[in-house]
């Protein structure tokens, strides 16, 4: 199972349309999503606050700000073949 964790802010454009993209490519792949709001945390807000949204695949960076669905698709596959 592949698992993501978006790094999201509220009422934040950017986070709701990588929400869109990753949400669109989920069911192609044996995959969970895990959001997280950091507003309100200190250690996260130090961490994100400046890079949302952020995207980890399998604790790993994978993409912040943007993805399209062809390269969510291709970190996806990736993960699928490790």
Known sequence: MIELTL???RD???CH???QVIEAELPRFE???RRV???GNAALEGSYGQ???VLF???R???KYRCTPRELRKRLLREVRR
């Open 7 to 9: 790094y999201t802010r």
């Open 31 to 33: 995959a969970k999503l």
């Open 37 to 39: 709001e950091i507003d």
């Open 51 to 53: 890079e949302v949204p």
């Open 57 to 59: 695949v399998n604790d």
């Open 61 to 63: 960076k994978a993409f």
């Open 17 to 19: 349309e990588m929400e």
């Open 12 to 14: 934040c454009e950017l």
